[in-house]
């Protein structure tokens, strides 16, 4: 299976179709008359697609088992055709388009089960994705694509040359997978008039997204919080307890980490943990969500 562990849970649902086609207008008839011998066509192959798309899984090995909180099948007669209509709905780390495609073809391959002994020439048509919702891909167009970030490694071992950065190169393709250019990536010792230095020059050359990464510890020089709170004009705690979330459901020490995010006039301005790994799963968790923040700052485009 796809490694789908470092995404995070949304709402995500999906919509297919079937297409059953009858050869003759007695069938579609008997459908609606109820007088099929082998019992109500469209009640009977709802039941077995609802049936049907909780086995998605065991049928197709690639696929993950995953709640599926909503589905509904609805039909739409159009002449000799039937079309079938399946939703799928479940707040998950991986989409349900396969869940909603093996639905509804379960519902067609039923209908055309029951409706055999009176129909002869009964066949199944695109059975299609029709639409999907939900995951970071929904949200692709939604952000710019002109911003521009500052990268800060705030370490005393790894400024002295003594250790070598990893979390800041981290930060720094995901940046690019954001398609957010890097104008500057820098290594700083843990001092607070540093940190608050750079925060403000940065800001003044019109950087959108200043990141640092270490410092958010509970040691004695962790200071990167303690330096950024009172430059901030507002604090954003919905990123922090993003951060902190997705992070405790990976590791139990996500809690002892002190993660800070705000703004500074049109800035925003980000604190997140020096490892490597809490540096890759705090941009894991707000990105590229987070970009929708510049929309509102500063408007689509650039004055």
Known sequence: MVDITHKSTTLRTAVAQAIVKVSKQETITAIQ?????????????????LLGVKRTPDILPDCHPLPIEFASVEYEINGLDITVLFTVKTIYKTGVEVEAMHGASVVALNMYDMLKPIDKGIEIHHIKLLNKKGGKSDFTDRFREDLTAAVIVCSDTISAGKKEDKAGKAIVEK?????VQIS???VIPDEKEIIREKARLFQEQGIDLVIYTGGTGLSKRDVTPEALEPLLDRRIPGIEEAIRNYGQDRTPFSMLSRS??????????????????????????IFPSVLHIFRILKGARHD
């Open 33 to 49: 008359n109820d007088t099929v011998p082998k019992g109500n066509v469209f009640a009977m192959s709802k039941a077995a697609g």
């Open 175 to 179: 940046l690019k997978d954001c398609n």
């Open 260 to 285: 800070i995010a705000g703004t500074l006039k049109n800035t925003l301005i980000l604190g997140l943990p020096g490892s490597t790994n809490g540096a890759k799963e705090s941009m894991e968790a």
């Open 184 to 186: 500057h990536y820098l």
